[in-house]
Structures are given as C-alpha cells and as structure tokens.
C-alpha cells in the first residue's frame, strides 16, 4: 500500500508524452497491403505538404471494430483529428448532433463542387447545404476477378459474363480448382448477393429494391430468378473456408480458384503480387452483364475540436486530400477510382480503365452505393439473412427471398 | 471456516499403494492424455512461430520446424506492419506496462479495503452493496461502454491513462472484492477483538493486522489483475489513444492485417509475445497461486 | 504467522487512539468507492440501458420514445433466437464440463501424486491466455487444411473428417472445445484447493467403513465443497455471458450465423448496425436471464447467511 503512491507517480510521469503540437491523429483501418501502401501516400503527402505529424491511428478488423473506437472518442470529448467513415448515411447522425466540422470553406475555395465526379460524392457530404467530409475515392462492389490460369488448367475459355462463368465451375471442379472463392465474414456474402442481383434481376428491379424500398418487387420474380441464381452460387463457393476478403482473393492470384466477387479494391491486392490485368488475370464489372458500378468509397471526416490549431490543421488535410497529385498516387496504390473527373490517371492498369470509362459514361452506370440508400441497420440485417443464406445448402432461395422482401418493407 | 493459517499444503487424498498398481496406471495415464490436450496449442503455436511459411504451407502443423528460424519472432516484435507502422509489437510493450503498474495497484488496493470493510466493518446496507457488486461482474462489459464514456467525460478523465486506471479498478473489483472478503472473513475473529480492545482503528487494524497476514491473496488478486489487464483489448482500445495502445492492440492489429499471405508464423510469434508476462508469471507463481485460492477463494 | 500477529497488536497498541463514535465512518468512507462502482457503475449504466432500450437511438443515444417496439423487433430476429440457443448449448455443457473435468483434475491431483506442480501448471497456463489468443490457436488447430484433419489424413486415413468450425451443427462444440481449454484449469485449482481443505480424518474414516474412494468422492467430499462449487459456479457463469473475444476470434459467429452469442449480437447492433436501442434491448434481455438465474441465488447465498 506504501508502494503505491510512489507507483502511481512514476507511472504518471512515464505517461506524460503528450503529442507535440502540429500533429494529427487519423484513424482508418486501411491495413491490407494494399491498402496500407496507399494510407503511406496521403500519410507522406501531408506532411510533405503542411509541414504537420500524421499520426497513424489504425485499427484491423474492418469497420466492425473500429466504429466503436471512433465513436467512444467522438462522445468522450477526446476526439482523433480526422477519420475514415463510408460517407452516406452513417455519419449524418453525427453530423446533425453538431460533432463534425463543417469544411464547406475549404471546398468552396478549392472548387469541389466543380470537379468532383460523380457530384452525388459531395452530395453525400452536405447536409443543409453544408459539406462535413472530404470524399477521398470511389470504390464500387460490382466486380468479378477472374484467374486466367485456373481456367487455363481446367481447359476452358476465360468467361466474359456471369453465366459464362456458372457453365465453367462444373471443368474448374474437376480441375481440382474452387470454382467461387468466397470470404465468410457477412458482408462479403451481402456484396456477393447484391452484384449477382444487379446482375440478374436487372437495373430496375436494384433500383425499386435498393432506392424505393419496393417489398412487392422485393417478393416479385425478376429477385426470385437472382436468389435462384445466389443458391447456385453457393454451391459453386462451398468449400471456401477463408473469413477475411483478401485471402479469398489471395485464391484467385495464386490460382487456387476461379474467380471471386469482390469489390475494386482487391484491384491493390493483384497489383502487391505483381499480377497484371488482362494477363494473369481479368475483370468483369457488373459481373459482365450491365455494365453499372456503384459509387460508394471512403471519406474522410474530421470531429470538431476546440484546439483552433487542430482546427487549421484538419482543413489543411482536407485541402491535401483532394488534390490532384494525391488522387492520382492513392488511387493508384488502392485500385480504387478518383473523385475528381479532371485528372490523368492514364498510368491507370486495364481494369481501372474499365471503371473509368464507365464512370465517364455518365448517369446511366451510376448507381448510388448501398451505403447511401439504406441505413446501416437494414444493410445489417440483411448481412445477417446472406451470411446464413451462403452457409446454410438447407436454405431454399424461396424462404430467404421471402425473408429478404420483409428486411426490405422495414427499411426506412 | 475458521481454519486460518495459511492454508493447510499437501494432498488429502487417500494414499496409493504401490507405485505400478492398476490405479496408478490409471491416474498416471489420464493426467498424462489430458496434458496433451492442454500443451497442444502451446506445441502448435511454438513450432509454427518457428518455422518459415514455405515449410508451413507444405508442412503438418504439429511437426517440429526442418529448419529453425527466429525470424517470425524479430519481426512480430519489431518489423510487423499495421497501416503505416512497421514496428511491430515492441511500441505496446511499454504502453502495456504503463497502464498494468497503476490499474494493478490501485485496483488491489481498492478492493482489499473493500472486502475488509466488507468482512470486518458491516455497515448498514454494505451486504447489498455488495450483492450489487456480485452482479455486476455477470453484465457483458460491452453494454456499460457508451455509459462509461459519458461519465469518464464527465469526469474529466476520458482519453488518457487515469480513465483506463479507473475503468479497469471497477471492472475488476467484483472479483477482487469477493476474494478479500472472503479472505478476511476466515481470519480468527479473536485477533479482530484483541486489536479492536486495544483500540486500534479501522486503518490501524488494517494496516498492521490485515495486510501482513494476507499475502497469498494478494498474490492471487495481483496475478488474477495482471492477466486481465495485460489481456484486455477493448478498454485498451477505447479508452485511450494510439500513443498509448496497449500491446493487444498492435496484436490485433497484426493479427487481423492480412498483407498478401496470412503469415501465420509471425502470428504466432506475436501471440507468444503477447502472452509472454502473464504466462511467465503463472509459470513462476503457480504455487503461490494454488495457495492462496485454497485461503482464500473457497471459505463461504 | 503468529509472530505477525503479536507484532500487529502490540503496534496498535502503542498507537492509542480509542474513537470509537467514528469507527462505523471510517469503515464508510473506506466502502465509498465500491459504494459508487456499486451505484454509478452498476446500477447507473444498467438503469440508463433500460432506460434507452425504449427508445429509437441508432447512433447516438437520444430520449425519443418508441415503447417496446425495440423488444418485439429483437424476439422476431432469427439471429438473435439462434444466439440464445447457442449461449444455453454452449452455457450448459460449459458448466458441466468444466466442472466435471476440473473437479476430476484436482482429485487425481491429490492423490499424493509425482510431478503435481508440473501437471498443475500444464492445466493452468491457458488460463493466462486471452480468449483472443484460445480462440487464434484452436481456430488454426482445428482448421481442416493444415491442422488435426489434415495431419490425420496425412497419416493415411483419407477419409477422416474432423471440421467442426466449418459444419454449422458442429461449430458451437469446436468453440466449447477452446473455452474449456482456457478455462477448466482455473476450476482445477479451486477445486484442489477445496479439497486440500477437507480433513484427512474423513478418509480415514470412510475406509474404516469401507467406502471406495469414487463413492467417498460422490456422497462426502463433494457435499462438504458446496462453498467452492459456488465461487466455481460464479466464476464459470460469469464468463460464459460474458463470452465474446473467443467466438470473435475463432468464428467471428460463422459459418453463416450458426456460432452467434448474444454479446455479439449486442456489439454488432450496436456498433455496426448503428442500432444503438436495439444493442440495449438486447442486453436488457442478457441481464433479465442473468437475474432471474441469481437473485434467487444471492438472497440464500448473502443474506440467508446473516440470520443463520
């Protein structure tokens, strides 16, 4: 008991290392390879840039865990300088409770609204009129990596579409291949149902379900035929055992499946390995058949904070965030697409391309990303209804359709 | 009950008989097939950390490495990436024990005083307190984190170590608390007396009587709050900011940051390393431990 | 020890100071802070989850009532009807289990065995171990590419099949497999230390009478431990609610939604779902069982105890 007094004070004076002035927290939890090479970039630029710290504040374990963090923080008065949110709905609460800097200065003096493409980016930043986050990128779901040499081995062509694809599992079975690599964690089965259902049910159908919240087309046939089209999906995923996203594309680069519906971001894991698109392996966005991505991506947020230097500095990296220079090496480096319409991404691989000619195209490829149609608690529930779904062969595509379409009439 | 020196040592059990008899052989044999089940992990995770991945992708997992390398071991220590930091675990380390020294101290200060409050001092209504105290340690601690950070707020304390300190100093103190009561509660009540007629005080008592002779649950509280709290990841990670993640973070971190291929031998290595003050000190003090949960833990 | 206690009093002594009218103060004063975690902690948060389990909060806790909309959403939730199942399969072979396999440890412990200390350490240590790092290591022992399945097959039975974190109906037994692991050599300690307890007396005389040794066990021994059965029975209790790391690390509640506790429920509405009132009325519901299971428990356990 003595002791401790004496403990206490050493301790006290080993844990006063306060940060020095002109340093900024960030937290993410870019931590895959890729994305880690891409975190070093906006890290290197900013303080190349403003002459200020970035303090690294990562966090593994997808959103999941890391959403608690930030928000403890956020409601403990003891906020981190800027952090990584999906933008869409889930900050808005954030947002209206007066907790996020408003940075609509900095994007009206660097022209956002100008050259941010598509505007329905910003638009997912502004609230009444004012913007609270800087969109850092543009990440879409719909895609499907093929490896030329798994269908090489099996003595088939390389599918250009989905259904391609489904006529060659049976020679990828054969071939001792996994002819669907598939991560178990739920949302990747949720990513999985939703760009097979884009592709299968159709644009309208996705639209009426996702944006209208239409149960009746929820129920209807055009989702029966994509359920239908899930339930022989899993079967060509059984015996995929891997949880985390990247090891199931992990599969893919080394050959040991056929393909894997992932979002543009296992796009950093090929580049890690050194595989090149087109070569070793493919892309189909919107698994071949409609060729529509949707517009979902990473933001950046930045928690208001008393310290007016703190305040100078979260506008300095906004401003950082979104240059040129940076769009351009970020993106590159995470294989996602850039905000801005008006730079050259012509070092761009054959994959990227096929993303940046769609998003050219205009509206008619642009869908607006699941997170800014439902909240996170219907995406959560029907994560939950897709994980069981993929795992459970007793499942009929019937009752998780019916189930689906009752998720979908809750939806606000 | 009233049974107080330290606890009485040495088996109870009936005597065997000879040394190869069929019970012998029985006992021998279970303890040893049960003792494979608990070392096997231990053998998994060593061997792995061991070995390097080309061995480990072809190899079988329980076999010892061809080829032994230490290199997992330099890397999870200080060459593992999280995002942009390449130094492994060696940062959490000292964080560890920068939030162990203090939490370790006051939380066992604090609840020896409680149990011998509790034991020796009844108060109105302190049987219900800590009835209330009892159940508290059965709510998932998930459920009081939004609450908790509104009050460390409140507080003032919320975001540097003292509010960790304090979240680990209540969390632990059902258990604690339960132990030293007990503990006290099973000293001769004569000893009490005699200190209470010569007009000893509550600290007097305490501090004379009560703590020379309650060193084995110390030790027990002390090894039972070093292993929580060097393993505790979710207050670590809320409570406090990245300068001083504790070292389950960067394991997290590590862990769950797949770069290319799941390198499994580093994270093994890291798990080890991880785990390496804890299970020292069980190795060290398991004797003093089994000692004082017989004196203290299982006296109603 | 007794020179201790010599010591102790004769110090008191010297010291003098008869104030009896603030004894019951100091006591007090010393009791504040488990007086406040009991109310402010305990009490405190409880009442404000209850209190925001009626309410809409999503992100943020906010006071806007929705009645018991929150609880009949949770009940019609199949996730959460599976949670419960697999926190009562998981709880009640757990508790049988552990004790079982604790309780039989410790008495082929005590009988005045060679190696003891190094048999019990070899028990003990997992409990060192984080349920993180339980759930890492038995999820990579048990994983059918390279661990036991694997290693059997290799050894030439092709057909072998051991992969219960894979098999939706096996899976909750591959997790009760880690936690009884990490947490049965705990059990094994209290329970010797309960038996180190008991008079040697009683095996004297239950030879005299000529009582085997299982059946002294079953009708003497096990009787005279109830105290430990019960610090064992908290202990084991306490963790099974509370289990979350393991099943996050192990299974992260896969495949599918077959591994599911009802603490990941609650972080995940919570956290993820940003369903901040559907999180509480979920644990409203996890501490409702817990205090219908001890309320009873507490009242013979503290304060029967007074009055006998």
């Known amino acids: 008991m003595k002791l401790t007094p004496s403990l206490l004070a050493l301790t006290a004076a080993l844990g006063a290392t306060a940060a020095t002035a002109g340093e900024l927290e960030v937290t993410h939890w870019w931590t895959s390879g890729g994305e880690a090479a891409a975190v070093k970039t906006l890290a290197e630029a900013y303080e190349a840039k403003t002459g200020n710290g970035w303090v690294d504040g990562a966090i593994a374990g997808s959103g999941g865990t890391a959403r608690p963090i930030i928000i403890s923080r956020i409601l403990g008065g003891d906020p981190m300088g800027a952090t990584q949110m999906t933008h869409g709905r889930q900050a808005e609460e954030l947002i209206e409770a007066g907790m996020m800097l408003d940075i609509t200065d900095v994007a009206e003096a660097n022209g956002w609204t100008d050259v941010i493409n598509p505007p329905a980016l910003l638009e997912g930043c502004t609230v009444d009129g004012r913007i609270y986050c800087a969109p850092l990128n543009i990440h879409s779901a719909q895609w499907l990596w093929l490896s030329h040499k798994a269908f090489e081995d099996a003595g088939v062509a390389v599918p250009t579409n989905w259904s391609e694809f489904v006529a060659a599992a049976p020679a990828l079975k054969e071939a001792g291949k996994q002819p669907l690599a598939l991560g178990q964690q739920p949302w990747q089965s949720n990513l999985a149902f939703g760009t097979i259902s884009l592709a299968v049910a159709g644009l309208d159908a996705w639209k009426a379900v996702n944006i209208d919240k239409n149960a009746e087309v929820a129920a209807g046939p055009d989702y029966a035929a994509a359920f239908e089209a899930v339930a022989n999906a899993r079967e060509m995923a059984a015996g995929s055992n891997v949880q985390d996203w990247n090891q199931a594309t992990n599969m893919v680069i080394t050959d040991a499946a056929g393909g894997q519906i992932m979002g543009d971001w296992a796009q950093g894991e090929f580049a890690m390995a050194g595989e090149v698109a087109g070569e070793d392996y493919s892309c189909l966005p919107g698994l071949g058949v409609n060729a529509v991505l949707d517009t979902g991506g990473d933001a950046i947020y930045f928690p208001v904070n008393d310290d007016p230097e703190v305040t100078a500095m979260q506008k300095e990296l906004a401003e950082v965030l979104l240059s040129p220079e940076v769009q351009v090496a970020f993106n590159l480096a995470k294989g996602s697409l850039p905000v801005r319409g008006d730079i050259d991404m012509s070092t761009a691989n054959a994959c990227m391309q096929k993303g940046l000619e769609i998003l050219a195209g205009g509206a008619d490829g642009i869908l607006p990303s699941g997170d800014m149609s439902l909240t996170a608690d219907t995406t959560g529930q029907v994560e939950d209804l897709m994980a069981e779904f993929w795992a459970d062969s007793s499942m009929s595509a019937a009752d998780a359709q019916a189930r689906f379409a009752e998720i979908i009439a809750d939806a606000d | ?300 | 020890m007794t020179i201790v206690e010599s010591d102790g009093i004769d110090l008191a002594r010297a010291e003098r100071k008869p104030r009896r009218p603030f004894r019951n103060i100091s006591a007090k004063i010393a009791s504040l802070p488990m007086v406040l975690t009991a109310l402010v902690v305990f009490v405190g948060c409880t009442v404000w989850t209850v209190i925001y389990s009626f309410t809409d909060s999503k992100l943020l806790p906010r006071l806007s009532w929705e009645g018991l909309g929150q609880y009949e959403r949770l009940w019609g939730t199949r996730r959460w009807l599976v949670s419960l199942e697999n926190l009562a399969i998981y709880g009640i072979c757990s508790m049988v289990l552990i004790l079982l396999i604790g309780f039989t440890l410790a008495a082929l412990l005590d009988r005045k065995i060679r190696f003891e200390g190094a048999f019990r350490t070899v028990f003990l240590y997992p409990f060192a171990l984080s349920f993180i790092v339980t759930g890492l290591a038995w999820q990579w022992i048990l994983n059918p590419d390279f661990g036991i399945q694997a290693s059997i097959r290799a050894m030439g039975w092709e057909s072998f099949v051991f992969d219960p974190l894979n098999s939706p109906d096996l899976v909750i037994f591959g997790i009760l497999i880690a936690g009884i692991w990490q947490g049965s050599g705990l059990i094994m300690v209290i329970m010797l230390a309960g038996l180190r307890g008991i008079d040697e007396d009683i095996w004297k005389a239950a030879r005299v009478d000529g009582i085997g040794t299982v059946k002294t066990y079953v009708k003497v021994i096990i009787p005279m431990m109830r105290p430990v059965f019960v610090t064992a029975l908290v202990l084991i209790a306490a963790g099974i609610i509370k289990v979350y790391d393991l099943v996050v690390a192990q299974t992260a509640g896969g495949p599918g939604i077959s591994s599911q506790m009802p603490a990941l429920y609650v972080m995940d509405a919570m956290f993820k779902n940003q369903n901040l009132a559907q999180g509480f009325a979920a644990s409203t519901m996890m501490l409702v069982s817990v205090l219908i299971v001890l309320i009873p428990w507490a009242y013979l356990e503290f304060a029967g105890k007074k009055r006998g």
Not at chain 2, 41 to 61: A, F, Q, Y
Not at chain 2, 252 to 277: C, D, F, H, R
Request: aromatic share 12%; with cysteine.
């Open chain 2, 1 to 300: 009950m009233a049974d107080t020196a330290l606890p009485t040592h040495g088996p109870r059990g009936p005597k065997p008989k000879r040394a190869l008899s069929r019970t012998n052989i029985i006992v021998y044999g279970t303890l040893i097939v049960v003792s494979l089940y608990y070392l096997l992990p231990l053998w998994v995770m060593v061997m792995t950390s061991l070995k390097g991945m080309p061995e480990i992708r072809l190899g079988n997992i329980f076999a010892p490495p061809v080829e032994i390398t230490f290199e997992p071991w330099a890397r999870a220590w200080s060459g593992a990436c999280t995002g942009i930091n390449c130094d492994g675990l060696s940062r959490g380390f000292g964080n560890s024990v920068q939030i162990l020294l203090p939490s370790l101290a006051l939380s066992v200060a604090i609840a020896s005083v409680n149990g011998y409050a509790l034991a020796n001092w009844k108060f109105k209504g302190s049987e219900v307190f800590f009835t209330i105290l009892i159940l508290g340690a059965f709510i998932p601690y998930q459920v009081m984190l939004y609450p908790m950070v509104i009050i460390l707020r409140e507080l003032g304390l919320y975001g540097n170590l003292w509010g960790l300190v304090l979240v680990h100093t209540v969390f632990g103190m059902p258990i604690l608390t339960l132990l030293f009561r007990n503990y006290f509660a099973g000293m001769p009540e004569e000893l009490f007396k005699a200190a209470r007629v010569d007009g000893a005080g509550f600290w007097g008592i305490y501090f004379r009587i009560m703590l020379p002779m309650s060193l084995p649950i110390f030790v027990v509280a002390m090894i039972l709050q070093v292993t929580g709290i060097w393993n505790d990841f979710l207050f670590g990670v809320i409570f406090t900011k990245p300068e001083i993640y504790p070292m389950t973070v960067q394991l997290n971190n590590i862990v769950n940051s797949v770069q290319g291929v799941k390198e499994y031998n580093v994270n093994m290595a890291a798990t080890l390393l991880t785990g390496l003050v804890p299970l020292v000190i069980y190795f060290v003090s398991g004797k003093l431990f089994v000692r004082g949960i017989a004196a203290g833990a299982v006296k109603g």
